[in-house]
């Protein structure tokens, strides 16, 4: 990622860091992401970002614009792991003598630390967007005046027909359902449709922020500052964002298990395009791109401005031994 030398272990704290500081200052976004691309013609609630989060305040509170961040919260350290330290790997395979790879082997490192990320971002993914929709799935019903059976098996104590519920699933609930039902499987809906976008992602971010970032650069050896890392790091995040929203919209629709009474059901990926198309036209698959791009850039910019400052070799160095 950054220029720096930075020995695994701290890359891997600094990506952890990274993730949780960067999933608390964006959630809200991304809760708002999520709602609006999950809306269906016939049952839109919300008419912008904005207009999402105000009405999430007005009927959860505050904290509702929280739903679901304790699992990202929870995973989102392993998932920086992995992806840093899978392109760590790719990288140091694909150099030869430490020259500087070429565009399509960063790229080809990129793919690879995409592909491995998949194994906790899936059931991560799978698991927040239900926690994420549930109050917009439980207004838009309750208004209707329509009990979905999903949200009753779900939540048998707390469900009033005609009223919204006071309480909501939580990941603990979701999970033992899922593997009671489905098993594993049930955790790893949507594989294909996250492989589809992620691998795209890192296979457009890591070389374009490999290349932005070389060109803030003080000398031919020295880094950059961290401003630029930081500029680089939102720019390539959020351009690489944009560009794969449509698998993004696909994804969230697939592993969306709770639907209002009128919206449709997807069995795959080919599926969900042709209904999207037919239903919604061409414009739905860049729902939620603005919000996602708000999302991604300070998430990859902040990972960039911890690279700068050695967290991890920071925290390593009051470990015994060092």
């Given at each position: 990622m950054a220029d720096k030398q930075i020995s695994l272990p701290a890359k891997l704290i600094n990506g952890g860091i990274a993730g949780l500081i960067g999933v608390s200052c964006v959630f809200?976004?991304?809760?708002?992401?999520?709602?609006?691309?999950?809306?269906?013609?016939?049952?839109?609630?919300?008419?912008?970002?904005?207009?999402?989060?105000?009405k999430t305040i007005r009927s959860e509170?505050?904290?509702?614009?929280?739903?679901?961040?304790?699992?990202?919260?929870?995973?989102?350290?392993?998932?920086?792991?992995?992806?840093?330290?899978?392109?760590?790997?790719?990288?140091?395979?694909?150099?030869?003598?430490?020259?500087?790879?070429?565009?399509?082997?960063?790229?080809?490192?990129?793919?690879g630390a995409g592909t491995c990320q998949?194994?906790?971002?899936?059931?991560?993914?799978?698991?927040?967007?239900?926690?994420?929709?549930?109050?917009?799935?439980?207004?838009?019903?309750s208004h209707a005046n329509i009990l979905i059976n999903a949200q009753r098996k779900l939540m048998p104590e707390t469900v009033v027909p005609g009223t919204v519920p006071t309480k909501s699933p939580t990941a603990m609930q979701l999970t033992r359902e899922l593997l009671k039902e489905k098993g594993i499987a049930g955790l790893y809906k949507g594989l294909g449709a996250t492989l589809l976008r992620d691998v795209p992602f890192s296979i457009i971010y890591f070389p374009l922020f490999a290349n932005l970032n070389t060109l803030g650069k003080?000398?031919?050896?020295?880094?950059?500052?961290?401003?630029?890392?930081?500029?680089?790091?939102?720019?390539?995040?959020?351009?690489?964002?944009?560009?794969?929203n449509p698998v993004d919209v696909i994804k969230t629709r697939i592993q969306s298990m709770n639907r209002g009474s009128t919206e449709e059901t997807y069995s795959g990926v080919t599926d969900c395009i042709s209904k999207i198309l037919k239903?919604?036209?061409?414009?739905?698959?860049?729902?939620?791109?603005?919000?996602?791009?708000?999302?991604?850039?300070?998430?990859?910019?902040?990972?960039?401005?911890?690279?700068?400052?050695?967290?991890?070799?920071?925290?390593?160095?009051?470990?015994?031994?060092?």
């Amino acid at each position: 990622m950054a220029d720096k030398q930075i020995s695994l272990p701290a890359k891997l704290i600094n990506g952890g860091i990274a993730g949780l500081i960067g999933v608390s200052c964006v959630f809200p976004i991304d809760l708002a992401k999520t709602r609006l691309q999950n809306q269906q013609n016939g049952s839109r609630l919300y008419t912008s970002m904005s207009d999402c989060l105000i009405k999430t305040i007005r009927s959860e509170g505050y904290f509702g614009m929280y739903r679901g961040s304790a699992v990202n919260l929870t995973l989102v350290t392993p998932e920086k792991a992995i992806k840093l330290a899978a392109n760590d790997f790719f990288r140091q395979y694909l150099s030869k003598d430490g020259q500087k790879l070429t565009l399509v082997k960063e790229m080809l490192a990129g793919c690879g630390a995409g592909t491995c990320q998949v194994i906790v971002t899936t059931p991560m993914e799978m698991l927040k967007i239900q926690l994420q929709d549930a109050g917009r799935i439980v207004l838009y019903d309750s208004h209707a005046n329509i009990l979905i059976n999903a949200q009753r098996k779900l939540m048998p104590e707390t469900v009033v027909p005609g009223t919204v519920p006071t309480k909501s699933p939580t990941a603990m609930q979701l999970t033992r359902e899922l593997l009671k039902e489905k098993g594993i499987a049930g955790l790893y809906k949507g594989l294909g449709a996250t492989l589809l976008r992620d691998v795209p992602f890192s296979i457009i971010y890591f070389p374009l922020f490999a290349n932005l970032n070389t060109l803030g650069k003080r000398g031919a050896e020295g880094p950059a500052p961290f401003y630029v890392s930081f500029l680089a790091g939102c720019l390539a995040g959020s351009t690489a964002a944009v560009a794969v929203n449509p698998v993004d919209v696909i994804k969230t629709r697939i592993q969306s298990m709770n639907r209002g009474s009128t919206e449709e059901t997807y069995s795959g990926v080919t599926d969900c395009i042709s209904k999207i198309l037919k239903n919604e036209g061409p414009s739905a698959f860049l729902k939620g791109a603005y919000c996602r791009a708000l999302v991604i850039a300070p998430l990859f910019g902040i990972a960039q401005v911890v690279y700068f400052f050695g967290a991890g070799e920071y925290i390593l160095s009051f470990l015994p031994g060092n």
